[in-house]
């Protein structure tokens, strides 16, 4: 755990960490990482999950989306309930439950308790990742450590990504898909263990008011978006679009909203997260892709499926390390602009995958670099996305791009999934479905480019 400590203060002028808020960190990135790993760590193992309990290849994506579902769509309900109970409290009733959820599906034998095991971790997580990052926030007084544990926190968020797909390879493969799911036991409660004695409790806050409106029908909404990508259903997606409208709707005359709606006012916080939804969506979805190809076109198994995602998952450690500095030297935007180019532009030679073993001297080098981009994009989206906010308002910006965050990896599998699911020759598919990634790119990034060039009116400023 030496990176983080060396990424939050060197070429810094910060006040050094205590040695009690270098241990929160290293805890609450450690939850954070563990979190975001269990969105992809089953990815690898699809096809030998789904002989094990009975799924069919159409029904792969909702391994993913059941977790992500709740994880999206509640993570605004119980960061209130955090700050209403208590945010540790939240924090450790979350481990819990992922630990629980995490022993379920490690003895499914039915899709129905899998998927169960899955959409409990997914609640879990809605109830640990706002915790662990409002923690994270009231660590700091000093706002250059702050800055600093937030882009981190974003990379590792990434990472964790990168990491379970590599991490749930190497387990299926060398002792058995049922490992994907119980390596989080042990580790859940080690930190549950750890947490009493290294975070004070939080003190509740008193008037504190429910938005249940807005959490039905946001949740509601992204339940009947994805189901409409998944199932291919427009009659699905109308609903969806209409209860997000909805729930925008009540978020703005809400007397105690569960999204900051007026936080979209700033550029730089409105855009940041178009930039989010971009680079988490696009990068799920490519990961998803990937994983079908080379285990239904090339027939590699989860071991090496785990290696391939594991030479370019290198380039997210160095670019975690290197991206805090190229942002404070170049600048949030074009850096933002850049990597994010750089993650849809090596995207782009994917689209010439073939059948043959070959193509993996195409594959590896476009992932590596593309993976760079990524994590890189990530950390310029994060400071983007909470730079320009007052003081009183940066909770307010993070947990916003926190719920963007957890929107992107809802959507990107299905939506991508969908596209690929257009085209009867499953590699065609997959080449429709990665031009489309790209397209979807380019066209965010002309949009960022222009919108981060706006200025707040200095009459809301």
Known sequence: MEIPELTLRRGSDAPPMT???RLIVILLLGANFMLSADFSIL??????????????VSDFPWVATSFALPAAGLSLLFGRLGDLYGLRRMFLIGLALLAASSLLGGIATEPVVLLAARVLQGVATAMTGPAALALLITVFADERQRARALGLNGALLSGGFTFGALVGGMLVDVLSWRWAFLINVPTAIIILAVTPFVISAAHSRNGVRLDIPGAVSGTLGLVAIVFGFTEQSAAALAVGATLLVLFFWI?????????????????????????????FSMEAGLIYLVTIY??????LGPFATGLVFGVPGLASIVAGILAGRIVARRGARPVLLVALLVQG??????????????SMWLLIPALFVGFFGHITAVVAATVAATSEVPETSKGLASGLMTTSQRVASTIGIPALAAVMAARANLLGGIHIALAADVLFTVIAVVLIAAGLKQRLPAATR
């Open 19 to 21: 040695v009690r808020q």
């Open 43 to 56: 990815n690898v193992a699809l096809p030998e999950v789904g002989r094990a309990v009975g799924l069919k």
């Open 251 to 279: 978020e703005r005359r809400a007397s105690a909203p569960l999204v900051a709606i007026e936080m979209l006012a700033w550029p730089s916080v409105r855009w940041g997260n178009v930039a989010v939804l971009t680079i």
């Open 294 to 299: 080379l285990q239904e076109v090339l027939h």
């Open 345 to 358: 532009g090596f995207t782009a030679p994917l689209i010439l995958l073939g059948s043959d073993p070959n």
